[in-house]
């Protein structure tokens, strides 16, 4: 009854607000609140919801994909489409009721508050006491967003153009370097989020016409890995007179970044004095007094701020100064315009036509439900090649956790393993498993109109309707299969009928874009950034930190100290364990040349 009083802790009555804006006042057993803490330590899976879909699942695995795609009216209600994306869901394993009952799971977690929270600055992230607010990074100059009480939306945009003004300084040759030449090259030295994300918005551009167009005669490369390879393969045919070097590090701390920025001011300087660094080297980080301690001047250190996490990084300086330089400010920021056009319906759209929610609450369903561990991320486009390794970052960074937010270890596996390769590269590779082996539900992302179309003369379709055949055709393929039956009809013979039969019953989802320049390539990130917050918020962990990327460095720091003990004073190894000890031991016998550490030693390119 309406009129239980809501302050007692033992019988709670929850108020939500359905995706359909109906208030609604619902009794959702919860296991008594632990003390005050900043969130409630429930459990999603105590929900009568999440039981309630537990329950559901039974019934839906009686169904075949087969027989809910015959469905015109579910397939029909199964589709959404927002500034020029169509999603098509139908292949899900999902009735109509199971999305109602998803509806219902997200109020039992307070999605919709949650999204709130994140968008009005609250501090999210308790486990540091931060703001989460990368969709400050491409709000509109007007917009006003606060973290702490401060708008954050100026700040943002004093950066911004900071950026226009160097970049085009830089690319007009008014800007040169130690000798006099203007700086056509960038190397971006930066690793995880710092990497991955403008990675992948680079590719992307590529071979966009326009971006193209901005970027003749420039090169972008990037440097991340700590092995000295990747070193040598990004210098390799660059000249230090005309490369600019960008360091990407929020703290200026990062091991691997640091020794590569070390090493990098070792190549200008031997080729140009060390006066030059100051010409050649600009850095994107938070710490001005190690910027400054290192050799770059201040000045051209751009800012980011706490509530910036690495992989959401991709919006703020760190993608945004190197993607300028490339390609000019104007292009960059059709793609901040994308990404905001999704921060707005993600925000402001009821639950039934919200893409990320959507996307968000069917991954949950998989994961949780189906307990499918694994997602394909299938697009059909070269130019989205770098953008599953983006994913795989945002997402099993994000959610690959084992205890909810408020600490409780999770009794449900939480987050998904994320792999993926453009079509139709995938289909002949991995897609084998994928359709006779496990089940691995699959994001297939089409593109409506090529960058770069092709049509030869004689052939039956251009090369782009080519490649888009196989991504209208293989969602089918996964979700009917091919019975024994069929296989009869064609005559195939008996003993080849069990291998040529093929399951189906596999969802997959369809993403239409209408073509991949700027602005929709930030519309993908947006879109993909918030299924992954949704998913979080649902499971109710921390998406926003990342403590089991320490333990590995902490190690090797220990390891480092033992190298070094080792070859300068032939120190013995001790404090590993057997396998660590002799397996450093042999490392250190067939690498003898103690004598090399004299001196320095760049890549012999
Ligand atoms: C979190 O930060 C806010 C302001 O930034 C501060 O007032 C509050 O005391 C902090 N809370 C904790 C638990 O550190
Ligand atoms: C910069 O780094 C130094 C050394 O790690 C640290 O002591 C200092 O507090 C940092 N400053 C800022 C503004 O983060
Ligand atoms: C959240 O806090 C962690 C530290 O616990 C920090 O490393 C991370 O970048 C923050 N995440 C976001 C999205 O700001
Ligand atoms: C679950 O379903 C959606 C739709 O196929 C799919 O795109 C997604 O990859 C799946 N999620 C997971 C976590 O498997
Ligand atoms: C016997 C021994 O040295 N064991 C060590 C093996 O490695 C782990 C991880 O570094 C240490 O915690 C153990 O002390």
Redesign the pocket.
């Given at each position: 009854m309406v009129t239980d009083s809501i302050d007692s802790l033992n019988t709670p009555v929850v108020f939500y607000i359905d995706p359909f804006r109906r208030i609604q006042i619902s009794r959702i057993p919860v296991p008594e609140r632990k003390s005050n803490s900043m969130a409630s330590s429930t459990l999603i899976s105590d929900t009568e919801p999440w039981k309630d879909l537990k329950g559901h699942v039974e019934e839906i695995k009686q169904t075949h994909l087969r027989d809910l795609m015959d469905d015109s009216t579910r397939c029909k209600s199964m589709t959404v489409e927002f500034d020029g994306i169509l999603l098509d869901y139908s292949r899900q394993r999902i009735d109509q009721d199971t999305r109602e009952k998803l509806f219902r799971l997200a109020e039992a977690a307070r999605l919709k508050q949650k999204i709130d929270n994140m968008y009005s600055g609250e501090h999210i992230n308790i486990t540091e006491n931060r703001s989460v607010l990368h969709v400050a990074l491409r709000a509109p100059r007007d917009k006003v967003i606060c973290s702490d009480g401060k708008n954050v939306v100026p700040d943002v945009w004093k950066v911004l153009d900071k950026i226009s003004e160097f970049s085009e300084r830089v690319r007009s040759g008014s800007w040169v370097g130690a000798t006099g030449k203007a700086l056509k090259d960038v190397i971006a030295v930066g690793i995880g989020g710092s990497f991955l994300g403008p990675l992948f918005v680079h590719a992307a551009l590529q071979t966009d016409p326009e971006a193209m167009e901005c970027a003749r005669a420039r090169q972008l490369r990037f440097l991340a890995n700590v092995d000295p390879v990747d070193v040598a393969r990004s210098i390799t045919g660059l000249n230090p007179e005309t490369t600019l070097v960008i360091v990407v590090s929020k703290t200026f701390t990062t091991a691997e970044t640091m020794l590569n920025a070390r090493t990098l001011r070792e190549w200008i300087s031997t080729a140009l004095g060390p006066q030059a660094v100051a010409k050649h080297m600009v850095a994107v980080s938070t710490n001005l007094t190690l910027v400054e301690k290192f050799g770059i001047d201040p000045n051209n250190a751009f800012a980011f701020w706490d509530w910036v996490g690495g992989r959401y990084s991709v919006c703020s300086a760190v993608g945004v100064l190197p993607l300028s330089l490339q390609y000019g400010f104007s292009v960059v920021h059709k793609f901040l315009k994308g990404a905001a056009s999704i921060d707005d319906h993600f925000h402001s759209t009821p639950f039934e036509k919200n893409i990320p929610v959507l996307l968000g609450l069917l991954s949950v369903w998989n994961v949780s439900f189906f307990g499918y561990p694994a997602r394909a991320i299938l697009p059909y486009s070269q130019a989205l090649e770098k953008f599953a390794p983006h994913i795989q970052q945002v997402s099993m960074e994000s959610n690959g956790k084992g205890v909810s937010i408020d600490g409780v270890p999770l009794p449900f596996e939480a987050g998904e393993i994320d792999f993926g390769e453009p079509g139709t590269n995938g289909q002949h590779s991995f897609y084998q498993l994928i359709h006779q082996g496990r089940v691995i539900p699959c994001d297939f992302i089409g593109v409506v109109k090529s960058q770069q179309p092709v049509y030869l003369k004689g052939e039956m379709v251009s090369n782009h309707d080519e490649l888009m055949s196989n991504f209208f055709a293989q969602p089918d393929a996964l979700a009917y299969g091919k019975t024994p039956e069929q296989l009869l009809r064609e005559n195939v013979p008996n003993h080849l009928i069990p291998h040529k039969t093929f399951p189906g019953n596999r969802p997959s989802l369809s993403l239409l874009l209408p073509s991949l320049n700027a602005y929709n390539i930030g519309q993908l990130l947006a879109i993909y950034e918030h299924r992954i917050a949704v998913e979080g918020f649902i499971w109710g962990i921390n998406s926003f930190d990342q403590w089991g990327v320490e333990l590995g460095k902490s190690?090797a720091s220990?390891v480092r100290k033992q190298l070094h003990l080792s070859r300068a004073k032939g120190e013995p190894v001790e404090?590993?364990?057997?396998?660590?000890?002799t397996l450093i031991t042999k490392y250190l016998e067939a690498q003898s040349g103690i004598s090399s550490y004299e001196s320095t030693h760049l890549p012999k390119i």
């Open positions: 190690l220990q404090g590993f364990n057997f396998s660590t000890t």
